[in-house]
């Protein structure tokens, strides 16, 4: 599938084992095949490594704490054990193929990669044995979808975004020339990847051996899957793929835990050819101007959704589900259902808004605040503990992304010089005291592209 540049929409080619750019000369390393299409693909990488060590750090932490006697303990020594053993070989592909440049300082703009890594991997364990193991939830769904996919009349290229464990990616081979599923999270994708080429993986029970025979449960390991299709790491917000070219996207439970599930529509109308189909399952969602006591978005709002964005709604309905049914795995499932939006979309009218790309920041650029920008700063300090924690929040729902003190330290001061009469390049001078202006044009970048600020006339010399 060719890709383009998620900083200037320039198309992108084969560069040894990465993609560059041949507009802005940027590049994308690719990480066991896997290309990381994220506007700081190394910052990216780095950030995923360092999730993935804290993670079994805190749970090696937890099993350490349950080590005292005690019944109560050693089911929970137990279970640790096997989270952490279900941790490595969720996370073995990554480090197999793991070719990235560890940074061991952070960096001020660290916190904007940190943003954008997608769902933990031990959250997503669930996911890849729904998907992966045999157990009917994931099948239906994945029939469901399917189904909705043949209404396609185009049967291209198709594109499923937040594709998780990634499943449904291989089943939609079967009806398209080309399947690309992509997600923010680089061990996902990759172990994804690894199941589709035939890999395989064993998995222990959590619950202390409630299963009661305590037995791993293996996953993957059939034939390899179709040569069609292939994972990325990319955002649903900065789609790495030009205008019109894919026939059918699906997001699949992305809508509800979205930041900005209207931005995501933008990206999926301007993806689409015209005549597309757009494909949705999952829970009743928000947009980023609701209210918090304001009703979800749900399958009878679904024609004004579609028509707000630039499409003709085929078809919505409401659809009760089993989540995650593990029963085939772990006798402990409690049997959750839940009530799904499935709609069906057709691309028909123009786009409501046009993406921005990075590259509009150009130094002579002047930008300056918007009346509603949302730019917060929270600083906890524990008693008796030192020193403190920081988290920057961009935008009305944009996520609290963990930061160093040097990162709130360069937001306060870019926030002080953005005035609407210093360029970009003024900006970048005016805050070089505190970081250096590498650094400081990403953060200035994230507020364009999370609507913090707006371009107002380029300075002429
Ligand atoms: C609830 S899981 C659903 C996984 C899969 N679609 C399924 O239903 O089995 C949501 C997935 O979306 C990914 N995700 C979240 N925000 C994303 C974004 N902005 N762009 C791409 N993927 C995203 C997460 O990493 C996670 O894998």
Redesign the pocket.
């Given at each position: 599938m060719p890709y383009i540049c998620v900083h200037c929409g320039g198309p992108l080619d084969p560069s040894g084992e990465a993609l560059a750019c041949h507009a802005c000369s940027r590049a994308y390393p690719a990480q066991g095949g896997v290309p990381v299409l994220l506007p700081y693909p190394d910052r990216h990488i780095d950030a995923t490594r360092k999730a993935l060590l804290a993670e079994r750090m805190a749970l090696a932490l937890d099993q350490m704490r349950a080590n005292a006697p005690g019944a109560r303990h050693e089911r929970l020594r137990a279970a640790f054990t096997a989270r952490i053993a279900n941790i490595e070989a969720a996370s073995a592909p990554f480090f197999r193929a793991y070719r990235g440049t560890a940074t061991a300082d952070p960096a001020a703009a660290d916190f904007v990669a940190r943003a954008?890594?997608?769902?933990s991997i031990a959250?997503?364990i669930p996911?890849f044995i729904?998907?992966w193991g045999d157990c009917g939830s994931?099948a239906s769904?994945t029939r469901i979808i399917a189904d909705e996919a043949l209404h396609s009349a185009d049967r291209q290229a198709a594109l499923?975004?937040?594709?998780?464990?990634?499943?449904?990616v291989t089943e939609l081979a079967g009806s398209f020339a080309v399947v690309t599923g992509?997600?923010?999270?680089l061990p996902?994708m990759l172990w994804a990847q690894d199941l589709l080429h035939g890999g395989d993986a064993e998995l222990r029970p959590e619950h202390g051996g409630q299963r009661g025979d305590g037995n791993a449960i293996c996953i993957g390991g059939s034939d390899r899957g179709p040569g069609n299709a292939g994972f990325a790491v990319?955002?649903?917000?900065n789609l790495p793929f030009a205008d019109g070219s894919q026939s059918l996207v699906v997001?699949?439970?992305?809508l509800d835990?979205?930041?900005d599930p209207a931005g995501?529509a933008g990206e999926v109308h301007r993806v689409l050819a015209p005549g597309g189909v757009w494909v949705n399952?999952?829970l009743p969602f928000r947009l980023p101007g609701d209210s918090a006591g304001a009703d979800r978005w749900s399958e009878e709002d679904m024609h004004a959704f579609a028509g707000l964005h630039g499409f003709e709604l085929d078809h919505a309905e409401a659809r009760v589900l089993p989540h995650l049914d593990l029963s085939a795995f772990d006798p402990a499932w409690n049997g959750e259902v839940h009530r799904v939006v499935l709609f069906r979309a057709r691309k028909a009218g123009p786009a409501q808004r046009s993406r921005l790309h990075r590259s509009a920041l150009h130094r002579a650029a002047v930008p300056h605040l918007r009346s509603d920008a949302k730019i917060e700063i929270e600083e906890t300090r524990e008693i008796g503990a030192q020193g403190a924690t920081f988290k920057i929040r961009l935008g009305k729902s944009g996520r609290a992304m963990m930061s160093e003190a040097d990162s709130c330290r360069l937001v306060e001061a870019l926030v002080a010089a953005i005035d609407g009469t210093r360029c970009v390049d003024e900006i970048l001078a005016a805050t070089s005291g505190i970081a250096a202006p590498s650094e400081a044009l990403i953060v200035l970048e994230e507020l364009l592209v999370t609507g913090q600020i707006e371009l107002g006339d380029q300075r002429t010399a």
């Amino acid at each position: 599938m060719p890709y383009i540049c998620v900083h200037c929409g320039g198309p992108l080619d084969p560069s040894g084992e990465a993609l560059a750019c041949h507009a802005c000369s940027r590049a994308y390393p690719a990480q066991g095949g896997v290309p990381v299409l994220l506007p700081y693909p190394d910052r990216h990488i780095d950030a995923t490594r360092k999730a993935l060590l804290a993670e079994r750090m805190a749970l090696a932490l937890d099993q350490m704490r349950a080590n005292a006697p005690g019944a109560r303990h050693e089911r929970l020594r137990a279970a640790f054990t096997a989270r952490i053993a279900n941790i490595e070989a969720a996370s073995a592909p990554f480090f197999r193929a793991y070719r990235g440049t560890a940074t061991a300082d952070p960096a001020a703009a660290d916190f904007v990669a940190r943003a954008r890594t997608g769902w933990s991997i031990a959250r997503l364990i669930p996911y890849f044995i729904a998907d992966w193991g045999d157990c009917g939830s994931a099948a239906s769904v994945t029939r469901i979808i399917a189904d909705e996919a043949l209404h396609s009349a185009d049967r291209q290229a198709a594109l499923v975004i937040g594709a998780g464990a990634g499943k449904l990616v291989t089943e939609l081979a079967g009806s398209f020339a080309v399947v690309t599923g992509i997600d923010l999270s680089l061990p996902a994708m990759l172990w994804a990847q690894d199941l589709l080429h035939g890999g395989d993986a064993e998995l222990r029970p959590e619950h202390g051996g409630q299963r009661g025979d305590g037995n791993a449960i293996c996953i993957g390991g059939s034939d390899r899957g179709p040569g069609n299709a292939g994972f990325a790491v990319a955002d649903a917000g900065n789609l790495p793929f030009a205008d019109g070219s894919q026939s059918l996207v699906v997001t699949q439970y992305l809508l509800d835990i979205a930041v900005d599930p209207a931005g995501i529509a933008g990206e999926v109308h301007r993806v689409l050819a015209p005549g597309g189909v757009w494909v949705n399952v999952g829970l009743p969602f928000r947009l980023p101007g609701d209210s918090a006591g304001a009703d979800r978005w749900s399958e009878e709002d679904m024609h004004a959704f579609a028509g707000l964005h630039g499409f003709e709604l085929d078809h919505a309905e409401a659809r009760v589900l089993p989540h995650l049914d593990l029963s085939a795995f772990d006798p402990a499932w409690n049997g959750e259902v839940h009530r799904v939006v499935l709609f069906r979309a057709r691309k028909a009218g123009p786009a409501q808004r046009s993406r921005l790309h990075r590259s509009a920041l150009h130094r002579a650029a002047v930008p300056h605040l918007r009346s509603d920008a949302k730019i917060e700063i929270e600083e906890t300090r524990e008693i008796g503990a030192q020193g403190a924690t920081f988290k920057i929040r961009l935008g009305k729902s944009g996520r609290a992304m963990m930061s160093e003190a040097d990162s709130c330290r360069l937001v306060e001061a870019l926030v002080a010089a953005i005035d609407g009469t210093r360029c970009v390049d003024e900006i970048l001078a005016a805050t070089s005291g505190i970081a250096a202006p590498s650094e400081a044009l990403i953060v200035l970048e994230e507020l364009l592209v999370t609507g913090q600020i707006e371009l107002g006339d380029q300075r002429t010399a």
